[in-house]
Nanobody, 122 residues
């Protein structure tokens, strides 16, 4: 089993920045891809960004150029650097992990965190 714990959410003004972190524990040897999804009130969960242990990345169009995902492969910790935040980025952000990159992209990962709230408001 793998446990994922997110941190770094909070309240930020439009145009501001936040950095989310997600640390995996347990059977981390099985993890080769990690990512972030988000869910805003009344909306479906959507992919934000994901990354493989080899450095392959995938970003939602809405965050390209503003968000950067990175991964400490040894620690199985994934980061999401969020810049130029907009009110529409407000959501609960969920960390996810799996053995396969395409599984993370497809949202059918085996492991999910509890989520961290990000609120962008003046």
């Amino acid at each position: 089993q793998v446990q994922l714990v997110e941190s770094g959410g909070g309240l930020v003004q439009p145009g501001g920045s936040l950095r989310l972190s997600c640390a995996a524990s347990g059977s981390i040897f099985s993890i080769n891809a990690m990512g972030w999804y988000r869910q805003a009130p009344g909306k479906q969960r959507e992919l934000v960004a994901c990354i493989s242990s080899g450095g392959r990345t995938n970003y939602a169009d809405s965050v390209k150029g503003r968000f950067t995902i990175s991964m400490d492969n040894a620690k199985k910790t994934v980061y999401l650097e969020m810049n130029s935040l907009k009110p529409e980025d407000t959501a609960i952000y969920y960390c996810t992990a799996d053995r396969l990159f395409q599984t993370v992209v497809g949202g059918t990962s085996g492991y999910w965190g509890q989520g961290t709230q990000v609120t962008v408001s003046s």
